[in-house]
């Protein structure tokens, strides 16, 4: 296994679902600079897979302090190899409140009411993977490891309730687009990304392992509400702002303060 180029196929993978991937990490960063002032953030890449987040971060505030967690046992290791040293990676599952106490000891507190300490909580095509009332509950979670006026950011598929029919056109246009990708060998699809990580010799044991974090090969199961259910939902979570940050065809960005 070479790291980092299992991290540059993860991120052509991604990418043929997602043309405008890299914008939506642009947009946090930038609100993640506004809310630091400029300072070194710390920040934690939530469901952080290989550390996609992490890394751009990196790159952008290289003092930044940065966590990723996830419960993948192979994208962790991906993410190991390619942030040793440079991150703290953390194996936890969201589906259990517990996550927290697995955080850095100086990030969050047990005592119940102290403010965490991260600057910014950023998140992306991840929590489509929750079921609803979970990710509700887990935003008020989320909220408590940020400091006073940190931000949370969660990108996903988050369509527009006011344009069914254009978020349908836009849905099909992007299907026939990423088998074309997939078929001239432009992109790997996510069954063949897989297939390949079972056939690597560091990769292969992880995948079995994760086989039983995640039995179902789709995530047939997904559900994906419109931006405004998140916004709300951060409203009852209790963040003093919540809104759209950042939008493109059917996904978007939603920000809540602290
Ligand atoms: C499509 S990947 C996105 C990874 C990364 N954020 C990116 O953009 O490249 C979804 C991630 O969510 C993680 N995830 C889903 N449910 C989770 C849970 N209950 N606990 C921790 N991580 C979870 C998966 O393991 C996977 O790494």
């Known amino acids: 296994m070479t790291a980092y180029i299992w991290q540059e196929s993860w991120d052509r993978q991604q990418t043929a679902f997602m043309p405008d991937r890299e914008e939506r990490f642009a947009a946090m960063l930038?609100?993640?600079?506004?809310?630091?002032?400029?300072r070194a953030p710390r920040v934690l890449d939530l469901a952080g897979g290989t550390g996609t987040i992490a890394l751009r971060t990196l790159a952008r505030f290289p003092d930044a302090e940065v966590t990723v967690l996830d419960q993948d046992p192979v994208l962790l290791t991906i993410a190991g190899a390619t942030l040793a040293g440079r991150a703290?990676?953390?194996d936890a599952d969201l589906?259990?409140?517990g996550w927290r106490a697995k955080l850095p000891g100086e990030t969050f507190s047990t005592e119940a009411?102290?403010?965490?300490?991260?600057?910014?909580v950023l998140t992306a095509t991840a929590l489509h993977w929750l079921p609803a009332e979970r990710v509700a509950t887990l935003y008020g979670e989320i909220r408590e490891v940020l400091r006073p006026g940190g931000i949370f950011v969660n990108a996903d598929h988050m369509p527009e309730e006011s344009l069914p029919t254009l978020s349908e056109r836009l849905r099909a246009r992007g299907r026939q687009l990423r088998e074309e990708r997939y078929e001239?060998?432009?992109?790997?699809?996510?069954?063949?990304?897989?297939?390949?990580a079972a056939a690597d010799e560091v990769l292969g044991p992880k995948v079995i392992e994760r086989e039983r974090i995640y039995p179902s090969v789709s995530h047939d199961q997904e559900w994906t509400p419109p931006a405004l259910w998140h916004v709300d939902a951060l409203r009852v979570a209790g963040f003093a702002e919540a809104g759209v940050l950042w939008r493109g065809g059917t996904d978007a960005a939603v920000a809540g303060l602290r």
């Open 113 to 120: 009411g102290d403010p965490g300490a991260f600057d910014a």
């Open 30 to 38: 930038t609100a993640v600079d506004a809310v630091t002032d400029g």
């Open 88 to 90: 703290t990676i953390i």
């Open 184 to 196: 001239s060998g432009a992109a790997t699809s996510w069954a063949e990304w897989w297939r390949r």
């Open 95 to 97: 589906g259990d409140p």
